[in-house]
């Protein structure tokens, strides 16, 4: 009897592969995997009986695209990655001359050169992949899926198929649910997203590290989506979705301070602490309020 002889080379490329995987999910940008995978599970399960119910049936599939942002970094598709990048983020610091935001991301893009031509100090810190995007990238895929609703509408009263539709909207709503976790991550709204910046009185972490400690292996060792899924309510119709999604990017800003301060109190450290388990909590739940309160919305306001 023979035995195989293992062919080294493939033992290698999968080593290589499995560090490279390592690598990406330290360098990525975001809630890590868990917690995109939990807000959008925990408010794909708060969608109300009066939606449609082929979107409340498809909890897995919203599931599965939670993170589906982060798997366009990879540099081999390096133009989907630069384009895209900024869209997970906004430094709020930098655009405190700029209230309220403008709605349309070019009206926004003309204030920022406008301002950036008129500043001598740092003036490339204004550019508009350095500020970060997070509103508008959102909104613009709240319309794709309000404009969905519509169709689905539409072809429903029809009597047409609605099979391509259906599909369409799932995406969009999960897609949508990847920046609206983001958004209450509050180092996605800051200046100091990966260490401390400027003026340090308190003496604050200054070195990178603290974003994936806190987002990605705090979460993923501590946290789980029945930890907060009873924090999450009926879902509210809301008058002004960017309005209300701008202020909800500023109530996350005011938090930074207190992931820092959990930080140096050693919150985040293996096990963590019962205040840094209550806030993370507090703000995956907050992520998950806002993102079914805008599928509804959008669902609501589909039919005028
Ligand atoms: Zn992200
Ligand atoms: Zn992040």
């Not at 997970?88 to 209230?99: A, G, K, M, N, P």
């Not at 050169?113 to 970060?132: Q, W």
């Not at 974003?211 to 002004?240: C, G, Q, W």
Request: charged share 20%; glycine share 6%.
């Amino acid at each position: 009897m023979t035995v195989a002889p293992v062919n080294l080379n493939r033992v290698i490329s999968v080593l290589l592969g499995v560090a490279l995987l390592v690598f990406q999910s330290e360098a990525a940008f975001a809630w890590g995997n868990e917690g995109h995978i939990y807000v959008n599970r925990v408010a794909a399960q708060k969608i109300p009986t009066e939606m449609p119910r082929f979107l409340r049936r498809a909890v897995a599939e919203i599931v599965y695209l939670g993170p589906e942002p982060d798997r366009w970094r990879n540099p081999a598709e390096f133009a989907l990655k630069n384009a895209q990048e900024p869209d997970h983020f906004i430094d709020l610091e930098r655009v405190s001359w700029l209230d309220p935001l403008p709605h349309g991301r070019y009206d926004f893009y003309r204030e920022l050169a406008e301002h950036r031509a008129a500043t001598t100090d740092r003036p490339d810190d204004y550019l508009p992949e350095r500020v970060g995007l997070q509103p508008y990238i959102t909104m613009e895929v709240y319309g794709r899926l309000k404009a969905g609703f519509r169709e689905y509408r539409q072809r429903l009263a029809l009597h047409q198929s609605t099979q391509a539709v259906r599909e369409a909207i799932i995406f969009y709503a999960a897609w949508l649910g990847h920046y609206v976790a983001d958004g209450s991550q509050p180092l996605h709204t800051t200046i100091h997203y990966n260490g401390w910046v400027g003026p340090n009185p308190n003496g604050y972490v200054t070195h990178g590290g603290i974003h994936a400690e806190f987002e990605t292996a705090y979460v993923s060792r501590n946290i789980a989506a029945s930890d907060f899924a009873n924090l999450v309510r009926t879902p509210e119709h809301i008058a002004d979705p960017f309005g209300s999604y701008v202020q909800y990017l500023r109530a996350s800003n005011a938090l930074v301070e207190n992931v820092y301060q959990l930080d140096k109190a050693g919150g985040f450290r293996d096990a963590g602490s019962r205040e840094a388990f209550d806030f993370t909590t507090q703000r995956l739940a907050t992520g998950s309020q806002m993102l079914v309160n805008l599928w509804y919305t959008a669902w609501l306001d589909s039919a005028e």
